[in-house]
Nanobody, 121 residues
Framework: QVQLVESGGGLVHPGSSLTLSCAAS????????MGWYRQAPGKQRELVTT???????NSADSVKGRFTISTDNGNNTVYLQMNNLKPEDTAVYYC???????????????WGQGTQVTVSS
């Protein structure tokens, strides 16, 4: 009932910038939080950064000062502006959203399909 469609990602050199986007569609009454997670080979999926409906953000220390999350509420879209990319940023990046589909019902978590970001010289 809710789909997250991601775009962006690719192969870039260290120091480059990249912007990811994720648009939520389907039956949506309210989105409480949207965010980005990533999973590198041999590691658990980890939080990158999230943003709540009220605009409060939470970011991993490894990306603070380099990555910026923002939303376009009118289009239920979240963006991840990634600057000064490093090889250690290489991972599959996943979009996430906590969605209330109908007023007064439970909030459910949804995930995007994931997009590969590779940072290499």
């Amino acid at each position: 009932q809710v789909q997250l469609v991601e775009s962006g990602g690719g192969l870039v050199h260290p120091g480059s910038s990249l912007t990811l986007s994720c648009a939520a569609s389907g039956t949506i009454f309210k989105i409480y939080v949207m965010g980005w997670y990533r999973q590198a080979p041999g590691k658990q999926r980890e939080l990158v950064t999230t943003i709540t409906k009220g605009g409060r953000t939470n970011s991993a220390d490894s990306v603070k000062g380099r990555f910026t999350i923002s939303t376009d509420n009118g289009n239920n879209t979240v963006y991840l502006q990634m600057n000064n990319l490093k090889p250690e940023d290489t991972a599959v990046y996943y979009c996430n959203a906590a969605v209330e589909s109908y007023r007064g019902t439970s909030v459910h978590s949804y995930w995007g399909q994931g997009t590969q970001v590779t940072v290499s010289s």
